[in-house]
Structures are given as structure tokens and as C-alpha cells.
């Protein structure tokens, strides 16, 4: 048996030795390709770009704590309420029938405690009689307002002034609690939500203003958030900034983009153009040339900056980078046009 297995072993070590000269004699009969060079630098030395998102800073999901018809929905989207506003009748039939027992409730439990406390007053009543009428009375006076409550709960109201963004139900739908009716936001105010890698939040702070562009727009956004952890996936922070100039015009959803002080970013001057580029899936990278021949580096690159992309991590200054590599592979011996 372990013969057998040493045997299995031997062939898979061959097997794995043959491809490996197999792949080393595809690359060296690989033709030797003619490229151009490209100088990297060039890019901004002062700063680097981040994309983010605007939204309103105040945004809510009203939905409802209580299950009913929906007896009328009073908006639409797009539509402007102010505080306070009506949105959402539910059906309130049982409530109101509830109601009315319980006004009947209460009305006879004060009769009950009035004449007690005549009585008492007279003496023709005991202590513990009118203990007994007292607490009957706050019962029907609890019972009552809980009623009262529950009915204004059927009528769903914005909590601020704002832009109705969804309707999620409509006349006659069955809704219960939790349930999702209206996606509101708020007026006015907005900021800019956008992510950083860890070397880009090292000099950020909460409070710090950075300027930031959209729809050809400039403007100023005041740092109001920055989280401490970075996602466990994509190993970068949140970040939320206020836009405190700027902001007219300007429609939540439309994209923007925050700048960042330089030295929080990458080796001053250090870009390459966007023909140099090699993008592999979510991997970008540039093939440099090493002892005559092609080596393809992947790259940590910042927001394009016109033509140019900033590097951040991956590239050293004065290394020799292909223009237009187009089919150059890894490995492959080049010559350098002039």
C-alpha cells in the first residue's frame, strides 16, 4: 500500500515538473514583443480623489406598529410634506367601536367614584370602598388613552418635512407592524457617504472640511463621521461628510467626489496613464520592463484624475512602464522601440 501511494506521489511530482516546463517553453517561444514606453509621475502632487454618494441627512422608513387595512395612502412619489403631514389612514372600525366602550367604561367608573366619595363624606362608606372606586377609575382612564393612542396610530404622519422618495403600499392593502409603508427625506441638509482605504483615513478627522465636486459643481463638506474599523471584506472605513457650501441644486443619489489631502494618499507625483492600464476583474496593474522582459505588477491606484491614475502602492519612481501593452503576457522578452 505505501509503495503504491510513493508510486502516485512520483506521478503527480512529474506530472507537476512537466507542466511547469511545459509553461516556461510557451513563454520563451513567445516572439519577442516591440513596445513604447510611457514615464510614470505627472499626476497631482498636491492631492487625490475619493468617489462618494450624496444623500439627505435626514432619511426615515415610516412604517407602522399596528396590523390593519390600509384605508388611504395620501402621498406619492416626489411628493413635498411638510412636519406633522398626513401620509398614511389605516382602517380604525374595531378602534372606534373600542372607543366608544371605553368612554361608556370610563363615565361610569367616575359615577361609581363620586357617589363612593359622597358617601364617604357622610360616613356611610368604607375606607376600602373608595380605594376599590379609585382604582377602577384609573383603569378606565388608562384603558381609554391606550385606545386613544392606538387610533392615532392609524394615522401615519411625517416625522419631518421632506420628499417622498417611495410609496411601498397602496388603498386597501393589509399592513402589519414593522411593515414598511413610505421612505422619506429630509429637506435642506445634505452629505456626501463615501469609503477609504486604511492609508487614505490616517490623517482624516472627525470636524476636517475637504472640498468636493458634482454635477460640475464645487463645493465644501465638513467630515461628521468617520468609522474606526474597516469592513472586514473590502478593509475599508465609512466615511459621512456634511456638505456645508455647495450643496444648491444638488439631487441626493448623484455621484461626487471628496478630495483628500495628498499626504494621505500615495508617493508624491507617482501616476500612469490610463493606456498603460491592465485590468484583470477588479485588478488593475501595468507591466514594467525587468532584464528585458515584460513583468506584469498590480498596483493600489487612487480616482482617475483626467487621463491619469495616482498610484498609491505597487510602483517605484523611474520604472520603465509599457504604453499599450495590449496581448503582452507575463514573462515575455520584449525590445524597446525607439
Known amino acids: 500500500m505505501s509503495r503504491l501511494i510513493t508510486i502516485s506521489a512520483l506521478a503527480l511530482l512529474l506530472v507537476a515538473v512537466g507542466c511547469q516546463k511545459q509553461e516556461a517553453t510557451a513563454t520563451n517561444t513567445l516572439p519577442t514583443a516591440k513596445v513604447h514606453l510611457v514615464a510614470n509621475g505627472g499626476g497631482s502632487a498636491t492631492e487625490s480623489w475619493v468617489a462618494a454618494t450624496l444623500s439627505a441627512t435626514q432619511r426615515a422608513t415610516i412604517s407602522t406598529r399596528m396590523a390593519a387595512s390600509v384605508k388611504k395612502v395620501h402621498v406619492q412619489e416626489g411628493s413635498r410634506v411638510a ?8 382602517a380604525d ?30 360616613g356611610a362608606s368604607t375606607p376600602s370602598e373608595l380605594e376599590m372606586a379609585q382604582t377602577q377609575l384609573a383603569q378606565a382612564q388608562a384603558g381609554l388613552a391606550g ?26 392593502d393589509f399592513v402589519g407592524p414593522g411593515m414598511p409603508l413610505v421612505d422619506l427625506e429630509g429637506q435642506g441638509s445634505l452629505e456626501l ?33 468617520l468609522s474606526p474599523g474597516g469592513d472586514p471584506i473590502s478593509h475599508r ?48 496593474g501595468v507591466f514594467i520592463i525587468k532584464d528585458g522582459k515584460a513583468q506584469l505588477r498590480w498596483l493600489s491606484l487612487g480616482e482617475a484624475e483626467g487621463d491619469r491614475f495616482p498610484v498609491k502602492a505597487g510602483l517605484a519612481q523611474g520604472e520603465a512602464i509599457v504604453d499599450q501593452p495590449g496581448d503582452l503576457k507575463d514573462g515575455q522578452s520584449v525590445e524597446v522601440a525607439k
Not at 392615532?152 to 410609496?167: C, E, L, N
Not at 483615513?201 to 463621521?225: C, M, V, Y
Not at 500615495?266 to 501616476?271: D, E, I, W
Open 193 to 225: 457617504q463615501a469609503t477609504v482605504s486604511e492609508s487614505e483615513s490616517k490623517n482624516l478627522k472627525s470636524g476636517q472640511t475637504l472640498p468636493f465636486e458634482s454635477d460640475g459643481r464645487t463645493g465644501l463638506a465638513q467630515i461628521t463621521a
Open 93 to 122: 372600525d374595531d378602534l372606534q367601536s373600542g372607543l366608544k366602550a371605553a368612554e361608556a367604561g370610563l363615565a361610569a367608573a367616575a359615577a361609581y367614584h363620586r357617589r363612593v366619595e359622597n358617601l364617604q363624606k357622610q
Open 83 to 90: 412636519a406633522g403631514a398626513l401620509l398614511v389612514s389605516l
Open 237 to 284: 472605513s465609512s466615511l459621512r461628510a456634511r456638505v456645508l457650501k455647495g450643496g444648491a441644486d444638488l439631487r441626493t443619489g448623484s455621484f461626487a467626489r471628496l478630495r483628500l489631502p495628498f499626504s494621505v494618499t500615495a508617493t508624491p507625483g507617482l501616476s500612469i496613464p490610463r493606456s498603460a492600464l491592465v485590468q484583470r476583474g477588479e485588478l488593475n
Open 147 to 172: 385606545i386613544k393612542a392606538n387610533i392615532a396610530y392609524t394615522q401615519v404622519r411625517a416625522p419631518f418635512a421632506g420628499v417622498v422618495q417611495a410609496k411601498r403600499v397602496s388603498d386597501g
